[in-house]
């Protein structure tokens, strides 16, 4: 049951991702970029070995995850090619402005990076917090 219930989760989280950023690729201002990717039937994707986002298969080569399916839910319908290329987080900004790929997930908005490259509307949100033992959180709130 637990199963059954998780990958609905997950499939109706990728099904609203894809219907919130396929409308923004269609509106594009610039389309010469979005242009070479529907003429390449390719896109390039910015990939970080962090899970639950993205994993790499070292056997294989292969990206899975949340961000390679949302991904593949957006563009595979299209005929488009979604093709991984490595990077680290301190090193997106500058990989995506160098053109070295074409979009990452999973990467959250600051005000410097939202001054340098664009962002879509959220596709989700991630709570973290600390385990500590009972009746330790308060001196550990912020």
């Known amino acids: ?11 109706l989280l990728i099904s609203s991702a894809a219907a919130a950023i396929v409308p ?3 509106l594009a201002g610039d389309s010469t970029e979005f242009d070479r990717m529907m003429a390449e039937k390719r ?3 910015g990939a970080v070995e962090a899970m639950p986002w993205f994993e790499r298969d070292f056997s294989t080569g292969e990206w899975s995850g949340l961000v390679p399916d949302i991904l593949t839910a957006i563009f595979e319908p299209q005929g488009i090619h979604v093709e991984y ?9 500058a990989g995506l402005q160098s053109q070295r790929f074409d979009l990452m997930g999973a990467y959250n908005e600051t005000p410097e990076r939202a001054a ?4 879509t509307d ?3 949100g991630l709570q973290l917090s600390i385990l500590t033992l009972k009746g330790n ?3 550990l709130g912020t």
């Open 122 to 124: 959220e596709i989700g």
């Open 1 to 11: 049951m637990t199963t059954t219930l998780s990958i609905s989760r997950r499939s």
């Open 85 to 93: 290329v490595e990077t680290q987080w301190g090193t997106a900004v």
């Open 116 to 119: 340098a490259i664009d962002f």
């Open 43 to 45: 896109i390039r994707a």
């Open 137 to 139: 959180a308060e001196s």
């Open 24 to 26: 923004t690729l269609s």
